[in-house]
Each structure stands twice: as C-alpha cells, then as structure tokens.
C-alpha cells in the first residue's frame, strides 16, 4: 500500500534528515564557545552569533516539523493523491532546506528576511496538507 507513496516517503524522510543535522550543526557551533552551558544558550548573543543562528534554526525546525508531517502522514492513510502530496512534501523540505541555508548565511534582524519568505512558503504547504487531508477525510465518509 505505502509503496505508491515513496516520493513522499523519501521527501519526509529528507525533512527529518535535516532536522537532524541541524542538530548536529547547533551541538558543534555551541560546544566550539570559550565558555559555554550544557544545553542553554547565552541570552546576550543574537543574530551576529553562529551559535545563536544554529540554534534557533534547529528549534524552528523542531516546532514547524510536526505541524507537516502529521498531516502529509494522515494524508498517507487516508489515500490521498500521490502526486500532489509528493509536491507537498518536497516543497515543504525545500522551502526548510532553503530556510535553514538562508539563516546560517544571513546576519540580520531585519524581518521580513529572506529566510522569512521560505518559512511562509513552507507555512502555504503546510496548509496544503493539512486541506488535503480534510478533502481525503470528507471524501472517505
């Protein structure tokens, strides 16, 4: 059954693979501090700080990567059309890949950012998704 799914399959797999280095990349960012707490990051630092930036990208991604990929998985169950949860899926881990590239690289605390422009796209697929899940819902009832 999950195998008319694999695009999306392998798309949520890529949005967890990034989180997951974004992870990675905040433990090592942080751990290279002269001085530095286990797990808490110093409030004086902002957006000039690559710890500060690392850090905030991994917990934006932590709070945004639920809200999608429960959905796009109900949306699995409920046989929802392949091809337009595959553009769903794959946009919404481009957009964070985008985000998360755009962080790192952006020192600014300017708002709108660039950055700020692929976390609303990712937002639009979120939606998608969960409006997606509803139709497929309805339709199964």
């Known amino acids: ?3 008319v799914y694999t695009y ?9 693979f990034t989180v997951f280095v ?14 530095y707490i286990p797990g808490k990051v110093s409030e ?6 690559f710890v500060f930036r690392s850090h905030r990208t991994f917990h934006n991604s932590l709070e945004n990567i639920h809200q999608f990929t429960l959905p796009a998985l109900l949306c699995i169950f409920l046989g929802a059309s392949t091809t337009l ?11 964070r890949i985008a ?18 422009y692929f976390y609303m796209f990712g937002t639009v697929c ?14 199964n009832i």
């Open 8 to 16: 999306s399959i392998a798309g949520l797999l890529v949005i967890s």
């Open 99 to 116: 985000h998360m590239a755009l962080y790192y690289a952006i020192v600014t605390e300017k708002n709108p950012s660039p950055r700020s």
């Open 126 to 139: 979120t939606f998608g998704a969960y409006g997606l899940a509803l139709l497929n819902l309805f339709s």
């Open 22 to 35: 974004q992870n990675i990349i905040a433990a090592v960012a942080h751990r290279k501090q002269s001085h």
């Open 1 to 3: 059954m999950f195998t």
């Open 44 to 49: 004086d630092l902002s957006h000039n700080s």
């Open 85 to 95: 949860l595959a553009i769903l899926v794959w946009s919404f881990a481009l957009s």
